[in-house]
């Protein structure tokens, strides 16, 4: 029942911290630092500026500055001399493309204005999904620090042409002389490249193609190929599953690309219809986050009781061994059997034998839902052909190596290995968007182009081709690695027409090319084997479980290396946004760090105290693996396994990037064999103190924990919501005149007429929400809300207009409860730390309400906020002087101040303080400047647009046609947004669903967001 | 009848040698009493209609120039091939030869009676009839300087004769104080306002309504100096070309939507590129003899200067006027921007034009007036929010405004709204 819940953000909370609570009660966790120079009375006698002097000063500048801003300054404006036909300055163009830059691999849309883009969407209609580093990757493409520009030799620029002379020459020399040159890639899934590739080693009988991802999932697709003859990794289906079993699979974070859209298809309540998910893993990772039911084991456990699983189903006795969790796993066992075919198991261990017995269980089961004729080809790579690179290279036995966007350098376990075997390569080229370790290393570098200047094209899974047309002209003197490839095989063709043709031939059968570039993907059917199903081989499972068995060998604390959502593999370490965009878990920015379980870390002695401005500090632990030591801070992180200990891969790359992106530790050196579970590693204590960026206590809510509801599927479907004692959406009662009343009966405000015209709501269903913070991302884009940097943020003054708060809940009574039950405080707080071992966690998204009674609105001496008859609260920026007091008097503290100037200041040297990080700006909105407050404006400048739009064709809106940057880019379809007035719009029927409620609805603010009560499909089968 | 014919010959005989002369130095002078001005006028407007696309006629453009060119033809040959000149050629070699001039074909006008051709070809021989110099119409427009000027001139004035009495009195002093003696015998006047100042030093409720007095100019003078600080109404800089709206929207009647093209789609009305520009100047290489545009500080430019600012869009597209072809050497306009809005303001041309329907006047002032383009309206918030009061929305003609107007006319029986009754006036709506 979800008022008997505890709900909390911190583990200090639990300690019952004064200065958690002290500063639950503060807006803003910081007062203005007067004190630190009127406190100062022996500076401030001593200072030989007297009073009158700095009225002079003070009279001066006012005087000088009104004079200089008497004087406008000259604006030019430069038109087209050739308009291109269909620019047309302000007016937005979409443009259909793939991303693909070895890790992420999304089909997208692209805005563009004036010729630059400036956001990026998912294509619906290819059913494309976009995380966060996804939306980040426009940035990216502005990134003018990182990029390089044009083609170098040692340092020294050279031009294409002698590039390609030398090179060529060089290429001949080694072909006749018989030495192995390799072409090192990362995963493309590009046809037409991988013909090129082809076409290129067979001109060059010594090149030989090598793959490498630098997060490893070769195992998967090892396992893939030893079972069904092909490598590619296995899809799910999971919109069809009944019963999702996950070991360690973080399906909806990085685990072969994310399945989050198929999974939140089938978890909708209102059908009835809702999986149920079961995670056995050691971290706490975002698909564990959001199970029904979550079971912490350390990773040596998970690989045991994935055999033991594996017994359980087949009656068959493997060799294993015992865990803690086996009585859980035959419970698991009895539900995949019941789900039958509807049953699917995922294994996130990077291990071919672990892989090989999730697909024997599946087969076991006969699992529908996984999908081996729609495979998977986004992760290519082979580790050990990398690690034979690196031996070979070392032998000498290498002649020349090219490099396509890969930084081995940085992201192998042996990078500096590999760094140094190069000097016995004498042909060293990087072909690269950005520069890295890598590139630095090699003799050539050549500039390639980012994604969206490029043609290209994609094949992502078996049935889907997409197509990646260039959105910009080239920012730099850059070369398509194709077109490159092309030219050194000979051939004069350039890739666009070689791509076209490639295409007609090979992919659309006779469908229309222009069509396929304006879709940006192409639907194929799948090839079906005849029976409709591949011919397992036949593989002794027995010896599969001998071998993982002897493979895992627990002693000491296990470490379980993983991909945050922000970062991913670090490919994109220098993009701010992605930089400062909080972890769903931890809600740490600017870091990874050392997850250690709160069982270890009373042990060792971690701790993460909070600081009275809201800041978190943590400790430093010593990491030991395999002798290789890293030395990180620690985060004590509810859920995670006893002896179990994680560290995020792709931080603390440092070369080239600016300053303030060298934050974090580099996980790779631990990450051996390319296998994210290492065991006996040693953690000890280190000396020093880190300082997190970290929101985890910032912005709490008083305590009014009352927003979030959370039911079962089982109280769902039987249970009416309003029930007065058992109702799991129950209104908020309120006393008034003696007598317990619904609180909407009885208001303080009169009542706005919202019948004529438009009227905006935004609906969240908590049930879909992932917490996967795409919708942060593309906020950040769309708004130009500014990057202040990890100081800034770690004093509570991030800027983000929409954060997703995360809650622990622990199934403990409540405070009246326990003081019922004669438990003593401290009772009470300890039986809460057990539960808080392993927490359910709840993923809240918390914007402007746009409360139509809105206590910021009444407060406002300037009136500078106020109330839109569509139903948004509008904020004028340059109305605004100041004062705070509607921040103050905001129940849901979403609204953020200018503490400076962010854009063209030095002292925040991101995207806002350089030429090309400009050109991501969205020109409908303003930058603030400031001393003003802001805050989610509902996108007021696209529905404007939209009703312009509508208006201008003289007809009325749309159905759903109402959008703003959060709702277009939910994945799941989480945040619907729409016109209640409309009743057609999705967003009417919401607002009206049993589901619905306001948060904290007792203030009577009345908002104009929705959240849909989440529901867990807690009871067992 | 005769007579007539026979003078008509004479003259177009004398008239022939004449053209001959001018064609050889390519201007094109009066004719004022011997022309016919009936048939030149015909013949001009047929071929500005259907000639001036391909041909002038002391250039050459698409196809060669035509002035004088029944001295080069046959009027026979030539109506023939004005006629066909595909079949012309057929029939005769010398057409084929003269088709080699150009490689672009000439459309047939098969439509053209003999009669009309004359017409044309005696256009082509005598050319423009030039008329006596137009004086300049007083076409200039009274820009609106901003209040400024005029009061400082006024306030430096009274500064002056402020500091004038003060110097006069303290030279007074100094010359009493010398031991110089009162002169005794003052004027009436002089005497009169003494006492007066005096009175008024002594009266102190006439001190206080003095000091009063002198606040409150003095407050008035600051409000309304604050008050101007960034609004630009009346700015005029000087623009790269020296481009005028009068001959363009005003004389030629060109639709300001024609080079402003975006403002029906987008927020902004657009600079024209310069290729907009070239749809029209690829064929008018100079302006009329007479005209001239007169700027605001009274500089008057002519013909030689005004055909050095189509040069100007020349350049900048890349077009050689000489060879008739674009050489890809572009080089943009940097005009100065006029009317410019705070960035925390969201205005959208398309909203205005297209929607409201408004004239580009009703802001922009007679721009079809203006040989420099100023700011006519001040583009402050107060001139925005008077408008948005005042301004019925038409709810009838747009499908958008359907289920309002239903509404509205059921709910309260009303048939008209303002903007600012539909929220027009809300901060959001024009501050994001």
């Not at chain 1, 796993?329 to 999730?358: P, R, W, Y």
């Not at chain 1, 940006?520 to 479980?545: C, H």
């Not at chain 1, 060298?662 to 994210?676: D, E, I, Q, S, W």
């Not at chain 2, 040989?371 to 107060?382: N, V």
Request: proline share 4%; aromatic share 8%.
């Amino acid at each position: 029942m979800a008022s008997n819940k505890k709900y909390w953000k911190s583990v200090e909370e639990l300690k019952d911290s004064s200065v958690v609570e002290t500063l639950s009660k503060n807006e803003f966790v910081e007062n203005i630092p007067t004190d630190n120079f009127l406190g100062d009375k022996e500076t401030l006698e001593t200072s030989s500026t007297s009073r009158r002097d700095f009225l002079k000063y003070v009279g001066f500048t006012t005087a000088a500055a009104s004079l200089a801003a008497c004087e406008g300054p000259v604006i030019k404006s430069i038109p087209y001399v050739v308009k291109p036909n269909d620019v047309i300055a302000g007016v937005a163009d979409w443009y259909a493309t793939s991303m693909a830059d070895g890790y992420d691999f999304a089909n997208v849309l692209v805005k563009t204005r004036e010729g630059r883009p400036i956001q990026i969407m998912p294509n619906k209609e290819a059913n494309g999904t976009t995380s966060a580093r996804v939306q980040a990757a426009v940035l990216s493409l502005y990134d003018e620090k990182l990029r390089l520009k044009e083609p170098s030799k040692k340092g020294e620029t050279i031009s294409w042409a002698d590039a390609d002379k030398e090179i060529g020459i060089e290429l001949l020399k080694l072909k006749e002389a018989g030495k192995p040159v390799v072409l090192l890639t990362g995963t493309m899934a590009s046809p037409s490249t991988s013909k090129i590739v082809d076409e290129f080693t067979t001109a060059h009988p010594n090149i030989s193609h090598v793959v490498y991802d630098a997060v490893s999932e070769a195992a998967a697709a090892d396992a893939f190929q030893a079972m069904y003859g092909r490598r590619a990794l296995p899809n799910y289906k999971l919109e069809n599953a009944k019963t999702i079993v996950s070991f360690g699979a973080d399906f909806l974070g990085d685990f072969h690309g994310g399945f989050e859209k198929a999974y939140v298809q089938g978890r909708k309540p209102e059908t009835g219809k809702m999986s149920r998910h079961i995670q056995v893993e050691s971290n706490m990772s975002l698909t564990g986050a959001n199970a029904d039911k979550r079971i912490v084991a350390k990773p040596s456990d998970v690989v045991f009781s994935l055999i033991n699983l594996y017994n359980a189903i087949t009656k068959e006795g493997v060799a294993s061994k015992a865990t803690p969790i086996d009585s859980e796993i035959q419970k698991i066992a009895q539900e995949l059997k019941k789900a039958g075919s509807k049953a699917v198991v995922m294994t996130g261990v990077n291990d071919i034998n672990a892989q090989l017995i999730s697909l024997a269980i599946n087969r076991a089961l006969n699992s529908e839902i996984l999908d081996i004729n729609n495979s998977l080809n986004i992760r290519q790579g082979n580790y050990e052909q990398v690690q034979k690179l690196v031996s070979d290279a070392k032998s000498g036995k290498i002649g020349g190596i090219i490099t396509y966007n890969v930084d081995p350098v940085y992201s192998l376990e042996n990078g500096a290995d590999f760094a140094e075997a190069l000097k016995n390569v004498s042909l060293k080229v990087a072909i690269a968007v950005e520069n890295s370790a890598t590139v630095n290393a090699m003799d050539y570098a050549l500039p390639a182009p980012h994604f969206l200047e490029s043609w290209g094209d994609t094949h992502f899974s078996e049935g889907n081709y997409g197509l990646i047309q260039p959105t910009i002209q080239p920012l730099f003197k850059t070369r398509q690695f194709q077109d490159t490839l092309l030219k050194w095989s000979g051939s004069s063709t350039s890739y666009y027409d070689y791509l076209k043709s490639f295409w007609s031939t090979e992919v659309l059968g006779g469908s229309s090319w222009n069509k396929a570039l304006h879709n940006g993907f192409f639907q194929k059917e799948v090839a079906l084997t005849e029976d409709g199903v591949e011919t397992p081989r036949d593989i002794s499972i027995a010896e599969v479980a001998r071998i993982l068995k002897m493979n895992t060998t627990p002693s000491g604390m296990e470490l379980n290396l993983y991909t945050k959502t922000g970062l991913g593999d670090g490919k994109q370490a220098n993009n701010p946004w992605l930089q400062e965009f909080p972890d769903p878990i931890t809600r740490a920015s600017w870091d990874n760090y050392l997850t250690v379980s709160m069982a270890d870390a009373k042990e060792i002695g971690f701790s993460n105290p909070v600081k009275d401005n809201g800041s978190i500090n943590g400790d430093f632990a010593k990491v030991t693996v395999n002798g290789v030591e890293v030395v990180v801070p620690v985060m004590v992180q509810p859920g995670q396994a006893k002896g179990s200990v994680g560290l995020a891969l792709g931080y603390g790359k440092t070369f080239g990037l600016k300053e303030e992106m060298h934050v974090g530790v580099n996980a790779y050196p631990l990450y051996k064999g390319g296998n994210n579970i290492q065991y006996n590693v040693k953690v000890e204590k280190a000396s020093g103190v880190h300082e997190f960026a970290c929101t985890q206590v910032q912005k709490t809510i008083a305590g009014r924990h009352d927003i979030l509801k959370v039911t079962s599927l089982k109280d769902y479907k039987t249970v009416d919501p309003k029930d007065h004692h058992h109702g799991w959406n129950k209104p908020a009662y309120v006393s008034y005149d003696h007598k317990e009343v619904e609180a909407n009966t009885i208001d303080l405000w009169d009542e706005h007429n919202r019948e004529i015209g438009h009227h905006f709501n935004l609906s969240i269903d908590l049930t879909s929400c992932t917490g996967c913070g795409a919708c942060v991302v593309a906020c950040h884009a769309e708004n130009n809300v500014p990057v202040v940097g990890k100081k800034e943020v770690r004093v509570g003054r991030d800027m983000h207009w929409l954060r997703i708060d995360r809650y622990y809940s622990s199934e403990v009574e409540t405070r009246e409860e326990a003081k019922e039950l004669g438990l003593s405080r401290g009772e009470m707080y300890e039986a809460l730390e057990t539960e808080a071992e392993n927490p359910e966690v709840t993923f809240q998204p918390m914007m402007c309400q746009h409360c139509n009674h809105a206590p910021c609105e009444t407060v406002c001496p300037v009136a500078a906020t106020s109330h839109g008859r569509q139903g948004q609260n509008q904020m004028a920026y340059n109305r605004c002087v100041g004062t705070r007091y509607c921040a103050n008097n905001c129940p849901y503290r979403v609204r953020r101040f200018n503490w400076f100037n962010y854009a063209n200041n030095n002292e925040f040297d991101f995207n806002m303080n350089n030429e090309y990080g400009k050109m991501v700006l969205n020109p409908d909105v303003v930058v603030r400047s400031r001393g003003v407050m802001e805050k989610c404006s509902m996108c007021i400048q696209m529905t404007q647009a939209t009703i312009l739009k509508a208006k201008k064709e003289g007809r009325k809106v749309n159905t759903d046609e109402f959008e703003t940057a959060c709702s277009s880019a939910c994945t799941t379809g989480a945040m619907v947004f729409g016109d209640v007035n409309n009743k057609e719009d999705k967003v009417a029927a919401l607002a009206e669903d049993k589901r619905a409620y306001n948060v904290l609805d007792y203030l009577q603010t009345k908002p104009n967001v929705i959240y849909q009560v989440k529901v867990r499909n807690t009871n067992e089968a | 009848m005769k007579s007539v014919a026979l003078h008509s010959r004479l003259t177009s005989l004398f008239l022939k040698g004449f053209t001959l002369l001018l064609f050889f130095s390519f201007t094109l002078s009066s004719y004022s009493q011997e022309v016919d001005e009936v048939k030149q006028k015909e013949g001009r407007k047929l071929f500005r209609s259907l000639c001036a696309s391909c041909h002038k006629l002391d250039k050459k453009l698409i196809g060669p120039a035509l002035g004088g060119v029944e001295e080069r033809r046959e009027n026979e040959w030539l109506k023939s091939w004005i006629k066909n000149n595909a079949e012309f050629q057929k029939v005769n070699a010398e057409a084929a030869k003269a088709a080699e001039f150009h490689p672009s074909a000439m459309t047939a006008f098969p439509q053209l009676s003999d009669l009309q051709i004359d017409a044309i070809l005696y256009y082509t021989t005598v050319g423009e009839i030039k008329k006596d110099p137009i004086v300049a119409e007083g076409g200039v427009v009274t820009t609106q300087t901003g209040s400024a000027p005029e009061w400082l001139i006024y306030l430096l004035a009274a500064a002056i004769v402020v500091a004038f009495l003060m110097i006069a009195s303290l030279l007074k002093q100094v010359s009493e104080l010398k031991g110089n003696k009162k002169p005794e015998v003052q004027s009436n006047l002089k005497r009169d306002l003494q006492e007066l100042w005096i009175g008024v030093k002594n009266n102190t409720f006439l001190k206080v309504l003095g000091t009063i007095f002198l606040l409150l100019v003095g407050a008035y003078v600051v409000f309304g100096t604050l008050f101007s600080v960034g609004v630009d109404q009346g700015y005029q800089p000087i623009q790269p070309i020296v481009f005028s709206h009068k001959i363009h929207a005003g004389d030629n009647k060109i639709d300001c939507q024609y080079c402003h093209s975006s403002a029906k789609h987008s927020k902004h009305s657009g600079i024209p590129s310069v290729n907009v520009c070239m749809n029209c100047h690829k064929n008018i290489a100079e302006v009329a003899e007479n005209t001239v545009v007169e700027l605001e500080d009274g500089v008057v430019l002519g013909k030689a200067e005004l055909d050095m600012e189509i040069a100007k869009v020349y350049k900048a597209a890349g077009w050689d006027p000489e060879v008739l072809e674009y050489t890809g050497e572009e080089k943009p306009i940097k005009w100065v921007r006029i009317h410019n809005l705070p960035d925390f303001v969201y205005y959208n041309h398309a909203q205005h034009v297209t929607v409201a329907g408004i004239a580009c006047q009703t802001c922009h002032g007679p721009v079809q007036e203006m040989e420099e383009m100023y700011q006519y309206s001040p583009l402050t918030m107060g001139w925005c929010i008077d408008c948005h009061r005042e301004t019925n929305v038409d709810l009838k003609n747009n499908d958008y405004y359907e289920k309002i107007h239903k509404q509205l006319a059921d709910k309260y029986g009303v048939e008209k709204v303002t903007i600012s009754q539909l929220g027009g006036l809300e901060c959001g709506k024009c501050h994001y």
